[in-house]
């Protein structure tokens, strides 16, 4: 089976574009987004932005889904962005709590017909009723979310797998259900990738948390190479903390061969699994291109 981008296999849509999608490409990165529900257009390109500014490949990926999956796509995306940004947004947990029930009950009146009036609520419930989409897949997303609320590492990588499993294969399966998808080859696929897109997150925000003093990297491959939470808050650069990365980078690779994500594990290769080296923080200004390469070769 074809697996071109986040392993679904989509149609190469038209390089004509909606101009007013790709100039978001362009427009400003403003911090805040306001949250208040709209019309039907003004929802969408509430989730759109909201996916743009804080999941920007994943965006990319979204635009070449077929244009009658694409909007579905699109609020599917804004919601995983919207449970993951809980944890670094709150500061107490019972809040982040709250704000995980408030999505409980949400999809349970989406599947009601009677959505909260929040933006990408309303999106999910046009999605919900169009393709029918599982309540599980959704319920599951946010039960392991409300989960990693604690601070606190993944003890094994069987662990942070499972937590992968658990929010990035099941949003897999929902985008794939927008495509009309139902079958048990594509959910092994989807498995698979979402595991390695889980793993390859956790290193690639290993940065990122350092500078907050967390570390939330698998304890036993750190315990295995004598690597200490201290050596990634003080960015150190030793051959074992680079080992580190070596194992959970080819516990990903177990996963996936020949999908978009291994382009961060080779740029991590080429930098000796240096999880700070300043290219890996870069954007990839021609990642459209090669994604629209990938899907071309794969489609021809």
């Known amino acids: 089976m074809s697996l071109p981008v986040m392993g679904l296999s989509t149609r190469l849509p038209s390089l004509c574009l909606s101009r007013r999608v790709l100039a978001l490409q362009h427009g400003p990165a403003g911090r805040g987004l306001a949250s208040t529900p709209g019309s039907a ?3 969408e390109g509430y989730c759109l932005q909201l996916v743009r500014l804080r999941d920007h490949e994943g ?16 609020a ?22 709250m704000r995980m029930q408030f999505w409980r009950t949400a999809v349970e009146d989406m599947y009601h017909d009677n959505p909260p009036h929040q933006p ?19 319920m599951r997303i946010i039960d392991e979310r409300e989960k990693n609320l604690d601070d606190r590492a993944y003890r094994t990588i069987q662990e942070l797998e499972k937590y992968a499993e658990n929010t990035q294969s099941s949003l897999l ?25 889980g793993i390859i997150t956790c290193l690639r925000a290993v940065p990122y948390h350092s500078s907050q003093r967390k570390v939330f990297l698998p304890m036993d491959i750190c315990m295995m190479h004598d690597v200490s939470q201290e050596d990634f808050i003080r960015g150190s650069l030793e051959k074992q903390v680079r080992d580190v990365a070596f194992d959970i980078a080819s516990q990903a690779h177990v996963h996936l061969e020949h999908v978009t994500l291994d382009m961060y594990l080779n740029k991590l290769r080429k930098v000796d699994f240096n999880v700070f080296h300043p290219s890996l923080q870069r954007k990839n200004t021609l990642l459209p291109w090669q994604l629209y390469i990938q899907s071309w070769k794969k489609t021809y």
């Open 41 to 43: 257009g003004q929802n």
């Open 59 to 74: 965006f990319l990926c979204s635009l070449l889904l077929p244009p009658e999956s694409r909007s579905s796509a699109l």
């Open 76 to 97: 599917l995306k804004a919601f995983n962005v919207e449970l993951a940004q809980v944890k670094d947004l709150v500061s107490q947990k019972n809040i982040g709590l």
């Open 120 to 138: 990408i609520a309303m999106e999910l419930w046009k999605a919900i009723k169009k393709h029918k989409l599982t309540k599980s897949w959704f």
């Open 173 to 197: 399966y929902l985008t794939l259900e927008t495509l009309g998808v139902k079958d048990v080859h594509a959910d092994h696929a989807a498995s698979h990738i979402g595991k390695a897109h």
